[in-house]
């Protein structure tokens, strides 16, 4: 019997996508924060050198792959003390996030933990093993329940919420104490525009132990390598071999000369610095011509999007309407319910459009 999967939320967007369309500039779609730019040359060049891969890849990634993420990690977010068998390459880190339960044990009668406002991934794999969620940011909510996951998204998607390390060190030491997964979700870490954001691993965060303690990241973003399918899984080693020991059987690899790019990749900080520039700039402007056509925008100090909403001086109006308004404008953005009820206020605005596009909504916004 196959799981009882919630449906797929992007098939409700079909019919303002197609009103969309009918402006007479096209359609600006800002859905889903899709890279647009080139996928970087240090990529490129290293998947043409990798291109003679006759032979299987191995599941644990390549030696020099792993070494690269743990001297991106130390380098740039200061998380030190990483050994090889703390890390491991995955397919995307959607597939990660949504076979994690089931790679684990968990199943019916168990609990996950996610955010309120959540990436609905981490609720489809709770439901693919038939365990149950809980969606919510306090940890009080929990009562006497004690979640075998607890999923953490700083910085967030959809809303880019950074959470302060106080309450990052409050979660660890949560479930530490009641002997909780930890997994945060860190995909967005190198896409913040105010302020500062921090991995769980880092030692001022973990107590500089990866126990009990899991993080995922992903090229998608930071490196325009959606395509490719590559990132990664660090964190605690028990449950890293653990994982590793399933993928093996699963024959879930990450393809070699993928691998080969990865390591090039976050071998180099020129070009994701490069590309942060761009995003940052297309930010400013886009989230300025939002709050002329009264938008309020929430949050969204990190990440690829705006968190928005209209008349937010009496709560907000419902997240369709202000859909179907932008469609009938030629833009296509997403409603806020698609990550919780939470969120039926809001929608979400990407900014991971060329410039051309970017301007053409926001000639539109303020016109």
Not at 210 to 217: K, N
Request: glycine share 10%; charged share 20%.
């Amino acid at each position: 019997m196959s799981a009882s999967l919630p449906d797929f939320p992007w098939d409700q967007l079909t019919a303002y996508a197609e009103r969309a369309r009918t402006h007479a500039d096209g359609i600006v779609d800002l859905s889903i924060g899709t890279p647009v730019d080139p996928t970087p040359q240090v990529a490129v060049d290293a998947l043409v050198a990798a291109a003679q891969w006759p032979g299987y890849p191995t599941t644990i990634g390549l030696p020099e792959t792993r070494q690269a993420i743990i001297d991106w990690f130390d380098r740039v977010h200061g998380v030190a003390g990483l050994g090889l068998d703390h890390v491991l390459p995955v397919i995307g880190t959607k597939e990660l996030i949504a076979q994690l339960a089931l790679h684990l044990g968990v199943g019916p009668g168990d609990l996950i933990g996610l955010p309120a406002v959540a990436y609905p991934t981490y609720e489809v794999g709770a439901a693919l093993v038939g365990a149950e969620s809980l969606a919510t940011d306090s940890l009080t909510a929990f009562g006497p329940e004690t979640p075998k996951i607890l999923w953490l998204n700083s910085p967030s998607n959809p809303t880019g919420r950074v959470l302060p390390p106080e309450h990052l060190k409050k979660v660890i030491e949560w479930c530490r104490e009641r002997g909780v997964l930890l997994v945060s979700d860190e995909c967005y870490l190198d896409c913040v525009w105010e302020g500062d954001a921090v991995s769980v691993l880092h030692p001022s965060i973990s107590g500089g132990s990866a126990d009990g303690i899991l993080v995922v990241h992903s090229l998608s973003k930071r490196s325009n390598l959606a395509g490719y399918r590559a990132g990664f899984v660090a964190g605690d080693a028990g449950v890293v071999k653990e994982l590793l020991a399933v993928r093996k059987n699963l024959g879930l690899i990450v393809p070699g000369p993928v691998q080969q790019v990865m390591t090039a990749v976050y071998s180099d900080d020129a070009h994701a610095a490069e590309q942060h520039a761009l995003y940052a700039a297309r930010r400013t402007r886009l989230k300025a011509a939002l709050e002329s056509a009264g938008f309020t925008v929430d949050h969204s100090e990190a990440a690829l999007y705006l968190w928005s909403r209209r008349h937010a001086e009496t709560g907000g109006e419902d997240c369709w309407k202000t859909v179907a308004d932008l469609a009938d404008l030629g833009i296509l953005v997403a409603p806020g319910d698609f990550y919780g009820l939470a969120g039926k206020q809001h929608v979400r605005v990407a900014i991971t459009a060329t410039d051309d596009r970017i301007d053409a909504a926001i000639a539109r916004l303020t016109s």
